[in-house]
């Protein structure tokens, strides 16, 4: 038997009478007649030489036949459903402007590829993208999202968490060759250290039940993460990095790990937002899909570096 296209809304219109109980209530639910769903479903009987309702003046009941074939019915009245909601989610699709600032280093190497993908998922929303190392005041720069790894200065604003990025110290071949390799915390303090502005000079280290804390100083100082990085791997000093970025230039050997054994403390990266601003259906895709990527960048650091 050929199903032909008005078979096909007989049949809605019949799971219709069947899930709202008679068919004056489904001729409301459906915007149409009670003579149209009647026609239905007698159409519908016709066609398939069988009886599917015994009717009476008020209630209606299924049948064997009716019973076995509003299972069918059914399922393609929940398909149409769901056809209708994807293409109303379309309709929907967030657009517009999102203004985001972050670190530099952190910015091309993490956030900018998430970014990428990001973009090719929601093609309507716009990017304004800002990598500084600086603070930005978010609410006078009109900053949708701000990525920084440290407590709020600002008050008012809101953050959500994205990442933990762990920390790891490194030095160059070259460093190391001129100057000895440190074997133990107290050693750390006698070295040259390329000092990053934005972190703190002190650096926390344990071992087990002990703890370490090593104040660090050195004679090149930078604001810009990727600068320090760069001036580790010149040679001018031992530093302490992400291991997202250090991983890739100890794999290409121009620097190595130190003090492999010990726990560092580690970073955690915040998205901050104006107040309000949870309520952005595209900030909060956007927050939702950082969270994500960094924690699949976390996972295969973790695979490199087993």
């Known amino acids: 038997m050929n199903l032909s296209f008005e078979q096909l809304k007989s049949m809605v219109v019949f799971a219709q009478v069947v899930e709202q109980g008679n068919l004056t209530a489904a001729a409301k639910h459906i915007g149409l007649s009670r003579a149209v769903v009647s026609y239905h479903i007698k159409k519908l009987e016709s066609q398939l030489g069988v009886k599917l309702l015994n009717r009476s003046t008020r209630t209606i009941a299924l049948t064997e036949a009716g019973t076995e074939y509003y299972q069918s019915c059914r399922i393609i009245a929940d398909q149409a459903a769901i056809a209708n909601q994807k293409i109303e989610n379309l309709k929907n699709e967030p657009e517009g402007l999102l203004k985001i600032t972050c670190p530099v280093n952190v910015g091309l190497q993490m956030v900018v590829p998430a970014l990428n993908n990001f973009r090719r998922l929601y093609p309507k929303i716009d990017l304004d993208v800002m990598l500084t190392d600086e ?172």
């Open 135 to 306: 603070v930005v005041n978010i609410m006078q720069e009109g900053i949708d999202l701000a990525i920084r790894g440290a407590p709020l200065p600002d008050s008012g604003l809101q953050a959500s968490k994205l990442s933990t990025l762990p920390m790891c110290l490194c030095g160059s071949p070259e460093y190391f060759k001129k100057y000895g390799r440190p074997t133990t915390p107290a050693e750390l303090e006698q070295h040259a250290w390329v000092i990053y502005k934005l972190t703190s000079d002190t650096i926390e280290l344990s071992k087990g039940s002990r703890s370490y804390s090593i104040k660090v100083k050195g004679s090149i100082n930078t604001n810009n993460a990727a600068a320090r990085t760069a001036f580790i791997e010149g040679g001018h000093g031992l530093g302490r990095i992400p291991v997202y970025d250090a991983w890739p230039k100890i794999k290409a050997g121009t620097l190595e790990l130190i003090f492999e054994d010990y726990k560092l403390s580690n970073i955690d990266i915040y998205g901050v937002f104006p107040p309000g601003s949870a309520s952005s259906k595209k900030l909060r895709l956007l927050i939702d899909y950082l969270r994500d990527f960094f924690i699949k960048i976390d996972r295969q650091d973790k695979v490199l570096s087993s």
